[in-house]
């Protein structure tokens, strides 16, 4: 075998390797968020939320989100309760918020 094929074959295997090698992406995973906006930014990326516990993902504290599109916070203002889906995957992306009736004084 000359040495070009064979230096090409090495080559080939090499990448085959690497490719098989590299880091896959991880599975996305969506929890479900309750908590109060405090802040949307102007351009509708973010939104902060000062949100409840996430059972087995974090303890409750007020964080900046992502969030998947403007469409998101639609009819949400800062003060807002809400409640919504939260995927885990490349980040934190708030995929759905809904707002959530003002509880009611008695």
Do not use: W
Not at 38 to 47: E, G, P, R, V
Not at 63 to 73: C, D, I, Q, Y
Not at 81 to 101: E, H, N, W
């Amino acid at each position: 075998m000359s040495n070009l094929l064979r230096t090409g074959l090495s080559g080939l295997a090499l990448c085959a390797i690497l490719v098989g090698c590299a880091p896959q992406p991880k599975a996305a995973h969506e929890y479900d968020i309750v908590g109060k906006v405090t802040a949307i930014a102007a351009d509708k990326s973010t939104a902060t939320i000062d949100h409840e516990a996430i059972p087995g993902l974090m303890k409750g504290m007020e964080m900046k989100f992502r969030l998947a599109n403007p469409e998101v916070v639609k009819g949400i203002e800062p003060g807002d309760a809400v409640t919504g889906k939260l995927r885990t995957q490349d980040g934190f992306t708030i995929v759905s918020l809904v707002k959530t009736p003002a509880e009611k004084s008695k």
